[in-house]
């Protein structure tokens, strides 16, 4: 049986998650980790509402606000990213910093409506570290993700997406509840449960980072065709409704 894990820091009974199966067939990746889809579903507004004030990990005390996924209620795509950067912080939604413009053009090139999809992150708060003027993204710790990951889970149960893509390490442990290498799973389509299929690729921000120019244009087109296996599959799933 599974008992949610308590977004205010209260933790329940929950099965073991075992390691992701090596056998792969047809580029698939079967997980025996049982999605909480039993989890009584809320609207959205509900949730978003509810994290607002989260304090299930310190990162609340400095970060400006909670930053909730946003899309439609039913989107048959989920992204989720790792945490809110510093203008997602300022502005309360997620990917509309240079990651999100990155995300936007790659989207649009892979044939995505981001209107119609589902956009989070697994972390909710902005964790940096001060600058002078500036704040400085640090990478959330293993307590601190798994301390926001109800919060995913809920999001997941109230949308019941056709397909969810990790992107970035963060959002890949957050997705499959442990620690998932992005080399040894990209571009592959994982099922989850009740038919829900998982796709890791990396964050848009790992881009922005790559300073040659050349490895920047390759990462790119590797990332846009990542996600035009995400837009394949949507495809398939309308023509098969």
Known sequence: MFFLSNPNGIWGTRSALPALSPACRNNVLHSKRKMPMAIASQSLKTLREE????RACPLWKDATQTVFGEGPPHAGLMLVGEQPGDKEDLAGKPFVGPAGQ?????????????????VTNAVKHFKFLPRGKFRLHQKPTTPEIKACRPWYERELASIKPELVVAMGA???QSVFGK???INRNRGRLIDLDEGIKALVTVHPSYLLRLPDED???REYERFVTDLKIAAELLR?????A
């Not at 398939?236 to 098969?240: D, E, F, I």
């Open 236 to 240: 398939k799933s309308a023509r098969a």
């Open 51 to 54: 994290a607002a004030d989260c």
């Open 170 to 172: 963060t959002a890949a």
């Open 215 to 217: 490895a920047k244009a």
């Open 179 to 181: 620690i998932t290498p």
């Open 102 to 118: 990155m995300l936007d053009r790659a989207l649009e090139e892979a044939g995505i409506d981001r209107n119609k999809t589902y």
